[in-house]
């Protein structure tokens, strides 16, 4: 993730993935949140808790000539700065938004990114978040 913006912001641990079922030929309701986690997540051996206060993942402000770098920013919470892992329940591809809260000058500030897609690396029962990939 990179910041083009002219502050550097730091994320909320309200920030998340909201996933939703789409199997090819049938209706699914299922709904999946991932919240932010810790960078020292390994996902599915343990889910670091995101703590925004002490280890807040901070996306630098662009320079002159655009972003300075990119984070990487890791999800995988059940709630909120947890420890609990999510867990997709089907293997098919779940279109999902980001809900996206962040500090900025002292103020925190929410925004919905549009679509993205994603499928799991491998057809398995409850499979924990990292066997998500972006296609």
Do not use: W
């Amino acid at each position: 993730m990179y910041n083009n913006g002219l502050y550097l912001i730091a994320l909320s641990k309200y920030t998340n993935l909201y996933l939703f079922c789409e199997p090819p030929g049938k209706d699914c309701e299922d709904t999946q949140t991932y919240f932010v986690s810790d960078n020292r997540t390994t996902n599915p051996s343990s889910v670091v808790a995101y703590d925004e206060v002490n280890r807040p993942v901070v996306l630098p402000a662009a320079g002159p000539n655009g972003p300075t770098g990119f984070t990487i920013v890791k999800f995988g919470a059940f709630k909120p700065a947890n420890t609990t892992a999510e867990a997709l329940a089907e293997a098919t591809p779940y279109p999902f938004f980001m809900m996206f809260f962040f500090k900025v000058n002292g103020l925190i500030v929410g925004q919905t990114l549009n679509f993205f897609a994603v499928r799991l690396a491998q057809p398995t029962h409850r499979v924990p978040k990292t066997g998500i990939q972006s296609d």
